[in-house]
């Protein structure tokens, strides 16, 4: 499965081709609430494709009987599920802590101007998640409180910003044993203005 996505123009899926030619492709999926087919790839969304075989797909208007354009078979298969939902204090439903520490890839990516971060963790933490820039400098902290085991997404608005390569990272360290149970992981990201 891959991840696509337009900066600035919406384009039809049957438009797409691809290098090499003729890649076979499942159908496109948007994410709102549950997986949805896409006809239309629209700018500052990102989409899930699974390809035939490694290559490029190119965004672009088809002209005539294009011999490179994509071929799309439809099929039952989704792409990944999404993250564990975090747990619902108001219906009082008890749901399973997270498995693993995770920090996702953004999405969408580029963005244009806000873009969403999820993350899980296991166990009752104090987490640090900033973003820096290209020299390593933070420029932002989105997160540095304790938060108990769970799942959380946090939106990040790059508004006051320039467009450029910029890293977040998340730091995450047990509150109960804070010598053993640490974890960090940094992820890349694009704003676009």
Do not use: C
């Not at 696509?4 to 438009?15: A, E, F, L, R």
């Amino acid at each position: 499965w891959n991840m696509i996505g337009s900066m600035t123009v919406s384009y039809p899926v049957k438009s797409i081709s691809s290098a090499p030619p003729g890649i076979t492709t499942s159908q496109f999926f948007k994410y709102h609430e549950g997986y949805e087919h896409a006809d239309t790839i629209e700018p500052g969304r990102s989409y899930w494709v699974q390809a035939s075989e490694a290559g490029k797909l190119i965004l672009g208007e088809q002209i005539g009987d294009n011999p490179g354009r994509i071929h799309i078979v439809r099929g039952i298969e989704l792409p990944p599920s999404s993250p564990n939902p975090a747990p619902d204090t108001i219906s009082g439903e008890t749901r399973q802590a997270p498995a693993q520490f995770v920090l996702e890839q953004n999405y969408p990516n580029p963005f244009n101007p806000t873009s969403t971060i999820k993350y899980n963790i296991p166990i009752r933490s104090f987490i640090k998640l900033n973003v820096m820039n290209s020299l390593g400098q933070e420029v932002a902290q989105l997160v540095g409180r304790v938060q108990e085991a769970g799942s959380y997404e946090i939106r990040f608005d790059g508004t006051k910003f320039t467009s450029g390569v910029y890293f977040y990272r998340i730091m995450a360290t047990s509150t109960d044993n804070p010598d053993k149970k640490t974890f960090t992981d940094v992820k890349k990201f694009l704003f676009l203005k």
